[in-house]
């Protein structure tokens, strides 16, 4: 079965520093893969997609990558700020039209001060 | 409105009973998506609209949930019979036609507890 895994331990690190996020798939090839962020309480918020046939994508201080022959994605923060702190959550979506995101479970990024 | 808006933001209901849950999504957005996401885990699809009708249902549990979209817009989740493993946070999102590579817009969720 289709099987996505993020880190499932939390990411502590400090402010300035690059957070480096992985999310690993199995038993898929998605055409999309997204990633999104949520706060506490809160619905997850679209940050980045990157198709298939891309290999990076960047929007300010986001870089994803992905790999489809290690079936890997790996999302960075740059300059990290303590407003990052959020999990992250990793989303792939196949070509057809069935609209639905398999999610990863998430992984918690707390920035230090 | 200008984001998807979901009702109630709390539900605490009894094993056993009938719970409603609504969603409002953003306006013009034909494709709407019902999720569930347990403590510690990432959403669950459950099931995807386009339109009035249900394109993809494949993530309903079993035939105690059933939602509906009756004019396009609105959709309310329906759960018979609640069972505490119902327990968790429902999640709404919309997003424009549907389509693959279309980003979609999440509710604050309906946090469902059931005892």
């Known amino acids: 079965s289709q099987k996505i895994e993020q880190n499932s331990e939390a990411l502590n690190i400090q402010e300035g520093k690059t957070a480096t996020l992985t999310c690993n798939y199995t038993?898929?090839?998605?055409?999309?893969l997204q990633w999104y962020r949520q706060d506490p309480g809160r619905g997850p918020v679209f940050l980045l997609l990157?198709?298939?046939?891309?290999k990076e994508k960047r929007k300010e201080r986001l870089k994803v990558t992905f790999d489809t022959t290690l079936k890997q994605s790996l999302f960075h923060i740059t300059a990290s700020q303590p407003a990052d702190s959020a999990t992250y959550l990793c989303?792939?979506?196949?070509?057809?039209?069935?609209?639905?995101?398999?999610f990863g479970q998430g992984t918690t990024l707390q920035v230090k001060p | 409105g200008a984001g998807v808006s979901q009702t109630p933001s709390n539900k605490v209901t009894e094993k056993g009973k009938y719970v409603e849950l609504r969603c409002d999504p953003i306006?013009?957005?034909?494709?709407l998506y019902w999720y569930r996401q347990s403590l510690g885990q990432g959403p669950e699809f459950l099931i995807y609209?386009?339109?009035?009708?249900?394109?993809?249902d494949s993530g309903l549990p079993n035939d105690r949930f059933f939602a509906v979209r009756p004019e396009g817009s609105v959709s309310t989740l329906k759960i018979q019979r609640t069972e505490r493993g119902d327990s968790a946070v429902y999640l709404c999102?919309?997003?424009?036609?549907?389509?693959?590579?279309?980003?979609?817009?999440f509710g604050p969720g309906t946090r469902l507890l059931v005892l």
């Open positions: 989303a792939l979506r196949g070509s057809s039209n069935t609209g639905k995101l398999i």
């Open positions: 990157i198709r298939e046939n891309e």
């Open positions: 999102a919309s997003s424009f036609l549907g389509g693959a590579g279309e980003t979609q817009y």
């Open positions: 038993n898929y090839s998605p055409a999309y």
């Open positions: 306006s013009g957005h034909t494709a």
């Open positions: 609209f386009q339109g009035t009708g249900a394109a993809d």
